[in-house]
């Protein structure tokens, strides 16, 4: 079953935050994420959650998106973001 990263980013460093992306992208590519949503105009349908910027990664299985998330390139890319925002983020399997 397919497997989703799903993050609810916050960028307070743009600057920093685009180094983030950087090494971020590097881990994608290593494990095979395929990128469906990366930031983009986005409107509230329902409720108070009204998120900056959305960001959602498809991946072959969970064990592929806990991989992605735990790999070294994917430790440095959070390391890179220390100070530069903020982001909420979970995996979750579906079609």
Do not use: C
Not at 65 to 93: N, P
Request: net charge negative.
């Amino acid at each position: 079953m397919n497997a989703y990263i799903i993050a609810d980013v916050t960028v307070t460093n743009e600057d920093q935050m685009k180094l983030y992306r950087e090494w971020s992208t590097r881990a994608m590519q290593e494990h095979g994420a395929e990128v469906l949503v990366r930031g983009g105009r986005m409107e509230s349908l329902e409720g108070d959650w009204n998120p900056q910027r959305i960001v959602v990664l498809k991946f072959k299985d969970l064990a592929s998106a806990r991989a992605y998330y735990d790999s070294e390139t994917y430790t440095q890319a959070r390391k890179v973001r220390e100070g530069a925002g903020s982001i909420r983020m979970v995996a979750v399997e579906g079609i």
